[in-house]
T-cell receptor, first 115, second 113 residues
Framework: EPEVTQTPSHQVTQMGQEVILRCVPI?????FYWYRQILGQKVEFLVS????????KSEIFDDQFSVERPDGSNFTLKIRSTKLEDSAMYFC?????????????FGEGSRLTVL | QKEVEQDPGPLSVPEGAIVSLNCTYS??????FMWYRQYSRKGPELLMY????GNKEDGRFTAQVDKSSKYISLFIRDSQPSDSATYLC?????????????FGTGTRLQVTL
């Protein structure tokens, strides 16, 4: 069964360092997303990406964050200068289409710990 | 008022029980309603998806949406220990070319033998 894969599963970094989280969406999907979940809190939308550009972003997704699809398979989230409050589980998701929203397939997440 | 409210639980039921999980929401513009299941240390997995008001059944799962009350429910019949997980409600406005889901905090369910 096709799945969304994410690497690394866990990353520990020092405050102020740059972090790149990687995702391989399902191969025929066209829409890509990043969500995050701070421990004990709800899953929150960060950004959606379609046709090589950001479709929508939340207020969390400030200038410290960027996304990229550097080739035909990977989708990355970069945090330029990490803060303690960036510690969370980051989920990548993809969907084949919109209009039937909700059919998002999530990866298992990358846990980011900022010290 | 939070946009989506969900009792965090934990909810503990015996095997075979009927489980009722609920969410309320404040934004009447939400059109799509979903239930996700999340096992520990895993990503959310879509269980049910409904559009507007009404019921939808899939096996042991039934999703209900009451837009007039801004209230959605998920019922699980004949609950099994493998149903033990956190259940997240989510909803969407279907804005433009891509969807943005607004999640509840999740209800942790434990089904005991």
């Amino acid at each position: 069964e096709p799945e969304v894969t994410q690497t690394p599963s866990h990353q520990v970094t020092q405050m102020g360092q740059e972090v790149i989280l990687r995702c391989v969406p399902i191969s025929n999907h066209l829409y890509f997303y990043w969500y995050r979940q701070i421990l004990g809190q709800k899953v929150e939308f960060l950004v959606s990406f379609y046709n090589n550009e950001i479709s929508e972003k939340s207020e969390i997704f400030d200038d410290q964050f960027s996304v990229e699809r550097p080739d035909g398979s990977n989708f990355t989230l970069k945090i330029r200068s990490t803060k303690l409050e960036d510690s969370a589980m980051y989920f990548c998701a993809s969907s084949a289409r919109t209009g039937l929203t909700g059919e998002l397939f999530f990866g298992e997440g990358s846990r980011l710990t900022v010290l | 008022q939070k946009e989506v409210e969900q009792d965090p639980g934990p909810l503990s039921v015996p095997e075979g029980a009927i489980v009722s999980l609920n969410c309320t929401y404040s934004n009447s513009a939400f059109q799509y309603f979903m239930w996700y299941r999340q096992y520990s240390r895993k990503g959310p997995e879509l269980l049910m998806y409904t559009y507007s008001s009404g019921n939808k059944e899939d096996g042991r799962f039934t999703a209900q949406v009451d837009k007039s009350s801004k209230y959605i429910s998920l019922f699980i019949r004949d609950s099994q220990p493998s149903d033990s997980a956190t259940y997240l409600c989510a909803m969407s406005l279907n804005t433009g070319t891509a969807s943005k889901l607004t999640f509840g905090t999740g209800t942790r369910l434990q089904v005991t033998l």
